[in-house]
């Protein structure tokens, strides 16, 4: 039995919340569980160095959180004066995420920039951002295309991520801090709505873990991302 | 006539939230309007160097903006890597206006840190935020009395703080975006629950302003304050 | 009395020496007593890309204190790799000062840059460089104006500064250092030649002030700046 | 057929050269093919401030790139003044790999501080990485025993690392810069010498991928690592 | 026939201004010509960390430029976040300069932080900072031994430093900026009251010389220091 | 006699291996007994932004050492996020010293970049480094000529660079990192393949030295790069 009383392939509560912010051409405020993620799209009309006069766009993420979105605080990365791996690693997964996703020639020389805020932390920041963020951005392609900027969403697939890990023996979906903390084996998983593979990344500081091991988690992955694929049609209604 | 309809005295909306964060021993969700802050009080059983074994305590702050709380996307401090020189100015002020009103031999040698961050803007994030982190501050405060870490609050008085600005010659309370990029004179003022001043900041980028048109500006401010300081009482419970 | 014999309205022994520079096109050496800034102007044939294309110039400003300025030795800025808050809040202010009186029009599409830097330090070192800092740009707009560059100064009024302060209930014009550490209310103002107010920033880190004791400061200053508008006037010889 | 006559699982030349540096207490220079990495293994008798008082030890590892190791010259992260995402991403992931084959406790209170510096680079930097400071590791720690200062190797494992990718659909072993440039799908593995699972990193950029397509990966990763831990015994004699 | 009417073999005209700072424990205002260097000496009572518990004092020095000392404006360096590889050379130099006449045991656990700021610069900032940071360093060593901290001056000898170039075949003693634009070679001497070397640094970037001149050069400076020293002597009046 | 059985006149070693690297368009593996230092030649078809439409190229060079390439470990300057003083004092040096045989015009609007990273240091890595930097610059220059984009090689002479010091009274030639240790003055020379020179550092911390012991370094040193000069020749065939 979970601490929280979740069965072992069971999610949090997922909240996915789109339009959230004034200003921004996109935005989500996700919930899994306590884990509460502001996600944004904001659209430039142009692209970094390397592509520029190439015909093909970008989305690039950025990632960060409120000094006392944790437990105990965490030094601001502002004031510190950089980013730590621990963001940067998260930051780029978010991103190379969603580019899977698009159509890079067909978005044209324009660039979405995905702001990721954790307002509060209890696990999973990373795959609610990426679920998150996939709406924010659909959001702000959609409008490029109400604005006739663009003829159609250069979207291919929708994409979503789930955490798994391993904790005496047992595979189990979608980790709290707690059970984060305590397991053996912690893994991410981003999946398309149509169920192929983006990104695993699965890791184990404590005690290695078999194949066998592995091949559980990805079931147990597969069929979150199956619920949080639902869930963003549903609130995009599409 | 305001384009919001408000007479020129009329604070926006006012919300403060006490209790938003899980993690936070004090906390406070505060909207002025369309001005979020999430303002969270830490307490550390530690001073700054220049204070250890002086028997004193001490209230300092940091203030952050999302990247797309404002219109047009702003770069992500962390990712810069450093603060710019207007942030940096108003988390100075968020914090001495906070120790203005705290007996910091009475708090003995333990810091609150006070972290405000602006989810949305639209005008006056830095009044908004000092308005919510006395509550941020004294909910963390009653934790430690409730504790018995202290024996009694150590605070002197609350405090609050409001804009006014000059417009077309005509005093404003309380300016939002859109009046503050079109104001003449934009100020600034901090006062405690008892009404005396604790700071003022008037600046004339573009119209040098009389005395006359200040001394408006500071009647506008004393009822606003007024409004605040009741406000916080209010949810506060004191 | 105060401990340098000085009655409560009187400026310390002041001193502006303009053209001290063999290489900046203004300069002024400016002394407030034991307060020693050098301010140069630099002018510049561009503008900073917000404003390219615009025909609007531009007035700013860098302040720095030599590391033994200071009583105490403080760390110096360049080593330490970054410009402490206090460093970057003094530079706005004198930056907005100037531009308060200059027709950012009528200058063109060139940017005057001011370095303030403190050979000697018993306070007031923004009011000096404030002071000194309107001496040296007015040389640097007069040479544009005497090489055919600018068909007349684009100056709409002079600009000096002061501090006062409150101590012991009494309200003190120009304080030195000593002064400055004990005052309980410390202010500083900016008025144009006409005597119209450009900026005020009054801070009671210790006792909260009272409108009556603000206006007898502001009636201070206003005499205050009254001198210094007068000693420009001379050494400019305008 | 691969552009190098590799049939799809095999490796590339690969080198091991223990006790390559004259001042380490652990060094192994690496090769997998063209790609040549010094990695040395620093002992150190304190621990990070995490650790202090825990009876536990560390290990931590950096990672960087000389600026010419590549076909283009990349910038030098030491005048750059910061690591890009990728370097700390790299050098977490050779900390993590070595220290889930450590007993920390065994270890005690003092570091081990892994250098893997690429001399060149032609894909599999990190893989080779891992392989050779495994090697500089084993080093270093006989050395502790051989000094008495550790009665008996903390070391529960073996650990190697190789990359995977698709190409066209089909799987390959060990990829190397051109054929990395142009796979679909680009995986690595991190396995100990009894088989067991460490870390799985998989990413799609162009072309999502299936289960099928990773187990694929998995086998052809499984018999790589199996010939380096091999070598890593031959070269150490063990 | 130098530009400026000086003899091949003749200084310019040097000023010695000890005890310039109203706050340090030794300072000197130093002009060469129309360089002029503001050099402060502070005293510590502490040393860096790998002196701690040996007995040993030290020396170091930071130079800097006020932003406008030339003639074309430079960056300030703290503005820019880091110090140029020049002025790191030049701080050092000045640093191993001091430090070759005293002795440290003597001196005890405390440190002289030498600060030379140039104020304005046209050529041999660096001799002028050493020549001037002698007479400062001398002062703040007879307030110790005033004070009884020292028995004795911990000085083993005078220290002064002075520049050679080579134009046009013919050797110059102490160049400005424009006969050091022009030179072939540029060298400066440091040496001891008795005339023992202390450093020689020797550049061509235009022309290689031969041995022959490279002792016209030391003989020219030899001459220059003798004059440097003696006047050291006077206004310090030993 | 010298601890490693070397005559004062007598160099360590040395091996210059041209074409180390797979990517460069010049490489020279070097050693100096046990200092081994890799340099690197990149040509780019552009100029620093002073140099832009003048017509001239630029030589510049950077300098690193692996953190372990030392006795004991210093800190990766690229994770300190700074370069420290002595790099960049030598990597200006190693820039300098190459300029000063190259034509710079001839070379055209294009700029070579050497970089010496120092894999393992025994004393001497600036010298090591600049003997070899122009075995690699040479080569990257030649393959210009080969491709036809330069008509001749823009090199006017070879350039070598050797250390020399004081111990004991007696001069010492190419001194390894014991006797630089040991050693009452440092010296280092750079000469032309003609024997003129192009800078000579000479620096004594410990003891200043006198006209007579400069003068035998200087003969010593004259010998020994005689002999690196004709290294360069044999390993180039030229």
Redesign the interface.
């Known amino acids: 039995m979970r601490h929280d009383k979740r069965k072992p392939n069971e999610l949090r509560s997922v909240f996915l919340g789109p339009g959230f912010?004034?200003?921004?051409e996109g935005?989500c405020f996700v919930k899994f569980g306590?884990t509460h993620v502001?996600c944004?799209a904001?659209v430039?009309e142009k692209v970094p160095p390397f592509l520029r006069n190439t015909g093909s766009g970008w989305i690039t993420a950025?990632y960060?959180m409120?000094?006392?979105?944790?437990?105990d605080?965490v030094d601001?990365?502002?004031?510190k004066?950089?980013?730590t791996?621990?963001?940067?690693?998260i930051?780029?997964l978010i991103g190379?995420a969603l580019?899977?996703v698009i159509d890079l020639r067909a978005l044209g020389e324009r660039q979405i920039?995905i702001?990721c805020?954790v307002?509060?932390a209890?696990g999973g920041t990373r795959t609610a951002s990426i679920t998150g963020a996939y709406v924010a951005m659909h959001q702000a392609l959609q409008r490029l295309v109400d604005k006739k900027a663009l003829k159609a969403l250069p979207i291919i697939?929708q994409v979503a991520a789930i955490s798994c890990g391993i904790s005496k023996g047992e595979g189990l979906l979608d980790l709290d801090y707690i059970e984060d903390s305590n397991a053996d084996v912690d893994?991410n998983f981003i999946?398309?709505g149509s169920g192929?593979?983006?990104?695993?990344?699965?890791?184990?500081?404590?005690i290695?873990?078999?194949?066998k091991e592995?091949t559980n988690m990805?079931q147990l992955a597969r069929s979150g991302i199956h619920e949080l694929i639902a869930l963003q049609k549903q609130v995009l209604k599409i």
């Open positions: 912010s004034k200003h921004a935005s306590d502001i944004t904001t430039e950025e960060g409120l000094p006392r979105a944790t437990h605080r601001r990365e502002a004031a004066g950089k980013q791996g621990r963001t940067q690693e930051q780029r190379r580019r899977s920039k702001d805020d307002i509060q209890d697939d893994a999946m398309t192929q593979l983006v990104e695993i990344q699965a890791t184990a500081e404590k290695p873990f078999s194949d592995f990805l």
